[in-house]
């Protein structure tokens, strides 16, 4: 067995499920979302772990809101994530507007560890 990548970078996407602070949007969109984001840090970096996560934040207006929200994370190297990033975070401003968002999370990680054994 020997290593063939290390990867050491990892670029996560945060995925809403609602439109606007309250609206509840449906599952379909949700899997919309989802997908469309997933492909395309597929087509970035390679592939896509995606997980059901619930989150927190306080919004504009005062309130805490909690959602279950979906990651989609890929991991990288230094130089998949430095070619790529300005693309995501252009991908989280347009997808910010056509979902109707304050916000969208991004998160930008190094130093960690994923190697691909082959």
């Not at 290593?3 to 995925?15: G, H, M, P, Q, S």
């Amino acid at each position: 067995m020997s290593t063939i990548l290390k990867l050491d970078r990892e670029a996560i996407f945060y995925v809403p499920s609602t439109t606007g602070l309250a609206g509840k949007s449906s599952k379909a969109t949700i899997a919309k979302r989802v997908s469309e984001i997933a492909k395309q840090f597929s087509q970035w970096f390679g592939g896509v772990t995606v997980t059901k996560v619930t989150g927190g934040y306080i919004a504009d207006n005062g309130e805490y809101i909690t959602e279950t929200i979906h990651t989609v994370a890929s991991s990288t190297d230094s130089e998949g994530l430095a070619k790529h990033r300005g693309e995501v975070e252009r991908l989280a401003e347009t997808k910010r507007t056509e979902w109707g968002q304050e916000t969208i999370g991004l998160k930008f990680i190094k130093g960690s560890e994923f190697d691909l054994i082959g």
